[in-house]
């Protein structure tokens, strides 16, 4: 089993459509979970990241974190053409003792149709 | 402007013939990687570096070398190329191990070995 599962997609939207994409994880010693965004043909692009549970907004996105039941979530409000893209998921967690841990998703393929 | 720039974006190479990809970050950011994207696998990381000539081992580092003789640059070598290299691969940034969860990736260099 993969520590951080995310579904592939794709998916296909229309344009204004609220988008939900979500990943779960299986380590709960992660402690932050981020979202990238990554446009065909270009590197990762960190849209935001959330420490421990709880939401965070970021104009049209918003992040949530369930560690109760490890769901990792991004939001898209009122999503755009331009907000069609890979989205990964990732989770990462760092110990006293200098251990540290970065774990991706597979990423979701997103299209917001015009 | 803040980034990581790695060259070259593209190479074609046979099997077998030694080759260093290249990657600099103008950030002042002690902690380095590198990462190959597979579909359906994900990010996965390859050698990081907590800063000069410290490295260590990723995920998937066999068939790979790197070194970390100054801040900026961390280039990657493959010594003996094989098609299972074949790979679009990612170098990536941040200030520190502990601020992991906030990299900054470059554009990426699409591999392909014959």
């Known amino acids: 089993q993969k520590e951080v599962e995310q579904d592939p997609g794709p998916l296909s939207v229309p344009e204004g459509a609220i988008v939900s994409l979500n990943c779960t994880y299986s380590n709960s010693a992660f402690q932050y979970f981020m979202w990238y965004r990554q446009y065909s043909r270009k590197g990762p692009e960190l849209l935001m990241y959330t420490y421990s549970s709880g939401n965070k907004e970021d104009g049209r996105f918003t992040a949530q974190v369930d560690k109760s039941s490890k769901y990792i979530s991004l939001f898209i409000r009122d999503s755009q053409p331009s907000d069609s893209a890979t989205y990964l998921c990732?989770?990462?967690?760092?110990?006293?003792?200098?251990?540290?841990?970065?774990?991706f998703g597979t990423g979701t393929r997103l299209t917001i149709i015009p | 402007e803040a980034q990581v720039t790695q060259n070259p974006r593209y190479l074609i190479t046979v099997t077998g013939k030694k080759l260093t990809v290249t990657c600099s970050q103008n950030?002042?950011?002690?902690?380095m990687s590198w990462y190959r994207q597979d579909p359906g696998l994900g990010l996965r990381q390859i050698y990081y570096s907590m800063n000069v000539e410290v490295t260590d081992k990723g995920d998937v580092p066999e068939g790979y070398k790197v070194s970390r003789k100054e801040k900026r640059n961390f280039p990657l070598i493959l010594e003996s190329p094989s098609p299972n290299q074949t790979s679009l691969y990612f170098c990536a940034s941040s200030i520190d191990r502990g601020a992991v969860y906030e990299q900054y990736f470059g554009p990426g260099t699409r591999l392909t070995v014959t």
């Open positions: 950030m002042n950011h002690e902690y």
């Open positions: 990732a989770s990462f967690f760092i110990s006293n003792f200098g251990n540290e841990k970065l774990t």
